[in-house]
């Protein structure tokens, strides 16, 4: 423990913030490290693979004959420290304060993608040989949005085959509960432009008689949705997959104050949305549609009073598990072109889509996996599903046609992408003991 | 002519560019040279009234006893020249060009103020008495926003008592078409704010479940109108006073083509508005309400997936004859707060408002310019209205309780607040030759 405690806080030493142009030289100390780590822990063909952007750190193990193979995946970049003056302890000089150990990346995702190198550590080094197959995949652009992962995924897709990906990059859903994400959303993601002329017009001159592409997107935007919040287009939850019974009759166990997350977490006026679908529903298993942002005519200081020509919305659809992306782009911008009122022509652009990924619990995969974490934690590992997406996940379904196991081993309050992030230690050990235990529960399958 | 000619080019000359902090000085050149002007027509305790921002300039004549008092308005400063590479000729080097002056400030509104001055010349320097009064009072920040005039106003209203204004700064309704413009539109012009919460949150993790300040802020702007463009705010135009059945009738001979106004003058792709109403009632004689501009949430390059806390919009409703802005005010900001959906708060600021300004053509000193513009121009003036607002107007009618007479001697194409400025000056000597007429037609009732 003392020596995985040395090993985590030099690795969070390094600044290894990969959106930052002028950081790279550290990026790749950090990837350095990150493959000292796997040689470390006694695995095969470690190396850095080279390409666009960052460095990949691979490695495996894949002695195991006959046993299940897992594409351990983590990232060793870190989001940026700033605003630095909000931070209590520097945010690159790790520093461990009750349980909690503090440093940008403690637990996004550093401490946690160690949890998967420790235990396989455990065994290798001790000279034990592992109950299964392993395949390291560490990148460097998580953070950063860059296509080297999804490049080498697609090209390596035979050499990365495996039977599922294990990924510890997500959280509890409370304390003391061992979380397993099986259900992350789709999405489409599209950007709206209306137009109702050529110029923009002096609202003198022409008020009153011409089109307002401002108030035309407004209209379309107010026809795509209910008064309550519910999706307006004809069939577009046609195809969603309802969850298990069972897996809804598990959220309904969820420690869970609906009035606190809407004044303390969301700090929003009012929920809204489907009334006859609970919350979890709504945000896990249901599509959701939400305009991002919009602009268009005159917001500075003061008065202009101009007609505007042209309005720019982003807004997407997050999809349920069964939803075709394709289709629920078209049925959109059908719905777009269809709201348009007299004198505005619409042009919807999808920027970029993918469709939800689920696993059921009840896959030997994910079963073994909440054993493990039971028997470690002492309580029921939960089942949980998030509302985002995850596109290493994506990618994964999509090439090698895998699920994931997401082992969740933060912890809500861990400041992830904030300032004083942390993760809590005595989760990370307990990660690393849930982690070979189910390697050997894999193993004896 | 010469010499009037050579004067207007020297005043075009100087680049009196009210709203360029660094050219102070030369909209002072600007104002002094107008003084010049205002000495050598003859008129009596011509001066720079100093004050915030830029000087005024005035002067007066008032041995006419027994006769009506004309308060001429001008302004001296310019817009800015900029884009400069779009001038076909130097802005602020008069070109002459077939019967036209190229220039910034030619037609708004040096060369058009000029007739004024030149009006009065034509008397005093020949030694003889003006059939009228005249008190000048020639601006600098009309194209600025600037308060030195209406301050002044406001402080001056008992010097500046007369019987009406009489300003050439608008245009005609086309070529060879004498014009007046007898109504001008009011204003409620205000900044809308709408939010949902304390912070912008991901779509991902509370998609489907909270307000969208964005979406709440379409939701109200979409019921402020219906489907047809029209102001759907009960009792909005209940004090709307329709012009006379003679006005609207001599719309009805205007020349005008509702397919070209669409397309080669607004270039919109199609025209909207109560139908009930010809297209000049919309502009002229109707509330309109536009929505100049709305911001909220992520609209940069790409895809960011945030549900935006906070939407602002800028609007306005212009305001028919008999309509108090008060009012107006009031209705507008109620219908908003009615319109707010579900988790979502509106606040509605107005930032200015205004009244409509309307005079009566078959008021003596509409009627006698008219009669003096037929007989210059040698057909019948037209009497037309503008949709938007000339705020001096509203001042003149607010602390001197008078109307104002806008003689229209620019032509439709003469590039105002634009590259390529220009005046036709045959307009201007015709221009001179009527307001003479004016003064003694009013001289003689």
Known sequence: ???????????????????DPNAAAEVRRGAEFCAGLLE????????????????LVVGDWLH???????????????????????????????TLIGGNLYARGAADDKGLAIILIKAVERYLRAGKPLPVNVKFLIEGEEESGGDHVSL???EEAASLRCDAALICDTEMFAPELPTICVGLRGIVYGELIVRTGETDLHSGVYGGTVANAVEAAARILARLKDEQGRIAIDGFDADVEPPSAEEQASWRRLPFDEENYRGAEAKVFALVGDPNQSLFARIWARPALEVHGIGGGFTGQGAKTVIPCEAVVKLSARLAAGQDPARAARLLAGAIAAAAPLGARSEFRVLHMAAASVIDPRNALVREAAAAMQEVFGVATVFTRSGGSIPIVGLFQKHLGVGAVLCGFGLPDDNLHAPNEKVYLPNVARGIEAIARYFERLGAL
Not at 7 to 18: C, G, H, N, Q, Y
């Open 40 to 55: 470390k822990a006694g695995l095969d063909n470690v190396r850095l693979v080279e390409g666009p952007g960052h460095p």
């Open 64 to 94: 195991a004959e006959g046993k299940p193979t897992l594409l351990c995946y983590g990232h060793y970049d870190v989001q940026p420290a700033e605003p630095l003056e909000l931070w209590r302890t520097p945010p690159f000089e790790p």
């Open 1 to 19: 423990m003392e020596e995985f405690l040395a090993d985590l806080r030099d690795w969070l030493r390094i600044p290894s913030v990969s959106s």
């Open 152 to 154: 080498y995924v697609a």
